[in-house]
């Protein structure tokens, strides 16, 4: 789709009857592109998504020296980087804030220094409890401008300490930035969690992405990490299907009626956002799953549920099911996710007032969102920069005449083909 600045979804009249096929999930090819960048010996990523964070990784770790070649959605990696090369890089992040941080912690392992930039939503994003971590590991971090925001600079201390405490209660990706760099480390790493922990299923998964390379990661207590240090070892690597991209062709049946198939999605897999299929369930809707991957169907005659839910651990769908919320018959209440706030947009607020912006009524909470039943109208949406904000809102206008969506192309950040699959929807 070429760039445009504004885009009026199309009505879908009818059940859908579709086939969907979706990107492989950034949130495993993040990690296992560092794994393989450290990783002794040659690795191949398949399976991997095309948008904007994807390319942004690729090219930071590009100047940090991995060998790297790209076959469609193919990544041949030889690793490892030199880490002992001393010249002072710097890295520009764009809006990926898994690359900065993932790419900040990795400087901690680097004797020259990486300075980690973005642009300016990023450089107002949190990375504090990250920077405090990688400076009781024994790295040196300074900043350019504001202490513990981007541009930082990273560079290898004079030794490293064998524990560190990570606050866990604003983003699991710190946690996962110093558990991905501690098999590096000549003692391995045991990681404490302190606070309330958000998004744990996102802590296994980079335990699970790591041992596929070799890594030995032991989870004990939900708090207590513990890594051993003798590297990796590269490998053939396969990336699930992106559960976080499936909610919106799922959401698309539950919204419309009909049904959706996602290509090769499965119940078992190892990210926490599959588990939007059981909330899809509670709401209404029909799950089957076969070769082919999961199929969620709605009949049309029949009317969706609201639900009262915890969504800490899986917070990037909160846009997603507050938008199947908007057209269920009972009310539907979004609690302990006060942290999306912070992210590309805010999470919270500028949803409730899109929401509102279609006639939904939204009660906005500090730690979530009320949804009520309301008589929905098409209206202009501003995705506030944000790609889940704008695919989310997508899907209320398969279902809601006059639906106009504000910078559309911001999917380009996970998915430049959205536009094109729900079309064809």
Request: charged share 20%; net charge negative.
């Amino acid at each position: 789709m070429t760039q445009q600045s504004e885009y009026a979804v199309a009505v879908k009249s009818g059940g859908l009857d579709a086939v969907a096929t979706v990107p492989g999930s950034k949130s495993i090819a993040h990690r296992a592109l560092i794994c393989a960048a450290l990783a002794v010996g040659d690795s191949t990523i398949t399976g991997l998504p095309d948008g904007d964070d994807t390319q942004a990784m690729l090219q930071g770790l590009m100047m940090l020296g991995t060998t790297s070649s790209i076959d469609g959605a193919d990544a041949h990696i030889k690793g490892p980087i030199d880490l002992d090369r001393t010249d002072a890089i710097t890295v520009d992040a764009n809006l990926a804030g898994t690359t900065a941080r993932f790419l900040t912690a990795v400087g901690a392992l680097r004797r020259g220094s990486i300075t980690v930039t973005g642009n300016e939503s990023l450089r107002s994003r949190p990375m504090k409890d990250l920077h405090l971590a990688l400076e009781q590991l024994g790295a040196d971090v300074s900043w350019q401008n504001e202490k513990y925001c981007l541009p930082v600079t990273v560079q290898r201390g004079e030794s490293y300490s064998h524990s560190v405490q990570v606050a866990a209660d604003t983003s699991s990706q710190f946690v996962t930035s110093l558990m991905l760099i501690a098999p590096i480390l000549p003692n391995g790493l045991t990681i404490e969690l302190t606070g309330d922990i958000i998004s744990l299923p996102y802590i296994a998964m980079s335990a699970s992405v790591m041992n596929s390379f070799g890594a030995h990661v032991r989870i004990a207590d939900n708090r207590i990490i513990v890594i051993d240090g003798g590297g990796y070892v590269g490998c053939r690597f396969a990336v699930e299907p992106d559960a976080s991209s499936a909610s919106y062709p799922f959401a698309a049946a539950a919204v419309v009626g009909g049904r959706v198939c996602v290509e090769g999605m499965r119940s078992s897999m190892m990210q926490g956002d599959s588990r939007f299929i059981d909330v899809l369930r509670q709401m209404g809707c029909d799950i089957s799953e076969d070769q082919a991957g999961i199929t969620i169907g709605r009949d049309v005659n029949m009317l969706l549920h609201g639900v009262d839910i915890d969504m800490s651990e899986i917070s990037d769908l909160v846009p997603t099911l507050a938008i199947v919320a908007m057209f269920a018959k009972t009310p539907t209440r979004i609690r302990n996710v006060g942290f999306i706030r912070n992210k590309e947009s805010d999470r919270i607020g500028d949803l409730a007032s899109e929401m509102r912006s279609l006639g939904a009524k939204v009660v906005e909470h500090e730690d979530g969102l009320e949804i009520l039943p309301q008589t929905l109208h098409g209206g202009s949406c501003d995705t506030h920069h944000d790609h889940r904000i704008a695919m989310a809102f997508g899907v209320a206008g398969l279902k809601v005449p006059g639906v106009i969506i504000g910078e559309p192309h911001v999917v380009s950040k996970s998915w430049p083909q959205f536009w094109e699959m729900l079309e064809a929807l």
